[in-house]
């Protein structure tokens, strides 16, 4: 997969950036603040019409844009794939309603057709790499949830859907799980909102155990290359819904071993988890939330059996985000046939000249990567003369 062409009207710092993109690698060089993360923040956008960086997708437009009553910030990107040629445009829309009160929303064309946004979401490919995103390991449970859910997204057009589905589920239950504390009646309304989370977080565990174990698999060879086989990383997904059940009385625990839960169907997670949920009904109940489901799952990584969230250096934290990454390259390579536009965002100058070494070769492996620097000598001359270059300054390429 090859990103060919990226427009952006009124995205972050730009007010208008229009430019043909090279193959192969392209290095984007500037000083701080200058827009190079946003060029990435814009095209990882394209894949996934989410952002790591904004919590609100209005903190996107251009805050010049902002000031007009209809401020539209847009993202086009042109690129091939082994079935031809395509365009994806996103628009993101704030506008000022005839109240007073400002909405947000988004428009995406697919080849000039609007669509969905569900239905586009992994048409492109890309993988992100910021140095900030070492909170995936060490930040909260939901940090590591919208990892995977942003990365299984990119291969799996039912799982958004799925997702979607469960969290409107999941609000309307917990909704009626309060009204049903401070008014008592029938206990049986829960039923429908039980059986909607039921089937759609049943799938989202479902696919989460593929993803965890299939990544786990690559990210530890990946890992054990990195630290020169000093260290085995291993990635423990721990569900709120233990098929196994606790005997009565028995407090539940984390475990610190992953359970094996890749040959249970899709029908055996929806008997348990629909049985274990009814089980619950009185305390979430009284508690007013749900207290069981995919919402409250965890992600830990581990090296040598040490939880990196806890006790991982700063160094042992980098290299197992690097793995997972380069893991997720070919991980969606391996799912969709086609490779991923790797980003990376100063991640060289995180690492050792070997590593540096290391991450460079295996860039040659893939067919387009980007990567945001301030200093052009932590590249090596090879890797130098074969990419292309932009320097970005202000939000524009300066020629």
């Known amino acids: 997969m090859l990103l060919t062409h990226l427009s952006l009207t009124d995205f972050r710092i730009f007010s208008r950036f229009d430019q043909d993109l090279p193959g192969s690698g392209l290095i984007l060089v500037g000083a701080n603040a200058q827009g190079k993360t946003s060029l990435l923040e814009a095209i990882y956008y394209l894949s996934t019409l989410d952002s790591f960086q904004a919590s609100n997708t209005v903190d996107l437009i251009n805050f010049s844009a902002l000031r007009s009553d209809l401020a539209v910030g847009r993202i086009v990107g042109d690129f091939r794939k082994k079935d031809g040629?395509?365009?994806?445009?996103?628009?993101?829309?704030?506008?000022?309603?005839?109240?007073?009160?400002?909405?947000?929303?988004?428009?995406?064309?697919?080849?000039?057709?609007?669509?969905?946004?569900?239905?586009?979401?992994?048409?492109?490919?890309?993988?992100?790499?910021?140095?900030?995103?070492?909170?995936?390991?060490?930040?909260?449970?939901?940090?590591?949830?919208?990892?995977?859910?942003?990365?299984?997204?990119?291969?799996?057009?039912?799982?958004?859907?799925?997702?979607?589905?469960?969290?409107?589920?999941?609000?309307?239950?917990?909704?009626?799980?309060?009204?049903?504390?401070?008014?008592?009646?029938?206990?049986?309304?829960?039923?429908?909102?039980?059986?909607?989370?039921?089937l759609a977080g049943s799938y989202l565990m479902q696919a989460r155990i593929q993803a965890v174990q299939e990544l786990g698999y690559l990210a530890a060879s990946i890992h054990q290359d990195l630290t020169r086989g000093a260290e085995i990383l291993r990635l423990n997904y721990q569900p709120s819904y233990q098929p196994t059940l606790s005997p009565p009385g028995q407090i539940e625990l984390p475990l610190d071993t992953s359970l094996d839960l890749g040959g249970m169907s899709l029908e055996e997670l929806q008997d348990g988890f629909r049985e274990r949920t009814l089980a619950r009904r009185a305390e979430d109940i009284t508690r007013g939330v749900t207290s069981l489901g995919p919402h409250r799952d965890e992600l830990r990584f581990l090296s040598n059996a040490v939880d990196l969230g806890s006790f991982g250096s700063r160094g042992q934290l980098r290299t197992a985000l690097l793995a997972l990454k380069l893991a997720e390259i070919n991980w969606l390579k391996e799912k969709n046939g086609e490779w991923p536009v790797l980003l990376l965002d100063e991640v060289l100058a995180e690492l050792d000249d070997a590593r540096r070494q290391d991450l460079l070769d295996r860039l040659a492996q893939t067919e387009q990567a980007l990567l945001t620097t301030t200093d052009l000598d932590l590249f090596s001359a090879d890797f130098r003369q074969a990419a292309g270059l932009w320097e970005i300054k202000a939000g524009e390429l300066v020629k």
């Open 85 to 198: 040629d395509h365009r994806l445009e996103i628009r993101l829309i704030r506008e000022t309603l005839t109240n007073g009160n400002q909405t947000t929303r988004k428009e995406v064309l697919l080849d000039g057709v609007k669509q969905k946004i569900n239905a586009v979401i992994g048409q492109f490919n890309a993988v992100l790499f910021l140095p900030h995103m070492l909170q995936i390991l060490t930040g909260s449970p939901q940090q590591r949830r919208r990892y995977l859910d942003l990365t299984i997204s990119q291969t799996d057009p039912l799982y958004t859907d799925h997702l979607s589905e469960y969290n409107k589920a999941l609000v309307q239950r917990n909704a009626l799980l309060k009204q049903l504390y401070e008014r008592s009646s029938d206990v049986d309304q829960l039923s429908y909102w039980d059986e909607k989370l039921t």
